[in-house]
């Protein structure tokens, strides 16, 4: 299963940032922490992903604790459309040498018009 | 924007009858992987598939399943008798990679309905 933990649900406002966090206490130096979305009546769709150092996109940024044990999604300006469930998912060959995508439950983000 | 087409989007079945879904890759992705969502729960990891071989299975992925890349562009997966509990969305994903930072690229799914 996947070894992250991760609030069931979250709201945020439209155009107000969101920080949707991740704990992940038992990760290896080789994880690399992936986060996906799945907007309502898709399927997955990936946002972003890091090892050690914040990251940015055009979607997303990830900000990742020095300890590596937690590590934050961070919407700069959430829209309606951003309304979905977000996975933190740990992705490392500890998974002996497996390179599938293990989703736990996610975060289920309610934007507010 | 490239995108993985699936289909059908929606199949209704009766139970005991075969079912082939099938996922339309991106053109440069050579591994292949299947999902499923029962209503309400967590994506479920099937299958992966990359050099017409099997990499890997989860328990889900018993007898009943099989998959192939027949012509080498549909990725198609088979229940060969279904049964009511395997109603659910039906996810395909494809990558050009299968290291630990590669993207996985999901299509919409295939909403299997068993009756």
């Known amino acids: 299963d996947a070894k992250t933990t991760q609030p069931n649900s979250m709201e945020s406002n439209e155009e107000e940032p969101v920080h949707l966090p991740c704990n992940h206490s038992?990760?290896?130096?080789?994880?690399?922490i992936h986060w996906y979305r799945q907007l309502p009546s898709q399927g997955p769709e990936y946002v972003i992903h890091?090892?050690?150092s914040n990251v940015n996109n055009r979607m997303a940024s990830l900000a990742i604790a020095e300890d590596r044990k937690s590590s934050t999604l961070i919407l700069h300006r959430a829209t309606l459309r951003d309304a979905a469930v977000y996975y933190c998912?740990?992705?490392?060959?500890?998974?002996?040498?497996?390179?599938?995508?293990?989703f736990g439950k996610g975060t289920k983000l309610t934007v507010n018009p | 924007e490239p995108e993985v087409t699936q289909t059908p989007s929606h199949q209704v079945t009766q139970m005991g009858q075969e079912v082939i879904l099938r996922c339309v890759p991106i053109?440069?992705?050579?591994?292949f992987y299947w999902y499923r969502q029962i209503l309400g729960q967590k994506v479920e990891f099937l299958v992966s598939?990359?050099?017409?071989?099997?990499?890997?299975k989860s328990e889900i992925f018993d007898d009943q399943f099989s998959v192939e890349r027949p012509d080498g562009s549909n990725f198609t997966l088979k229940i060969r008798s279904t049964k009511l509990e395997d109603s659910a969305m039906y996810f395909c994903?494809?990558?050009?990679?299968?290291?630990?930072?590669?993207?996985?690229?999901f299509g919409e799914g295939s909403r299997l309905t068993v009756l």
């Open positions: 994903a494809t990558s050009t990679t299968q290291t630990v930072t590669g993207e996985l690229f």
């Open positions: 038992t990760i290896s130096g080789t994880d690399y």
């Open positions: 890091g090892l050690t």
């Open positions: 998912i740990l992705r490392g060959t500890t998974q002996g040498g497996s390179e599938k995508l293990v």
């Open positions: 053109s440069n992705h050579l591994y």
């Open positions: 598939f990359y050099n017409n071989e099997i990499s890997e």
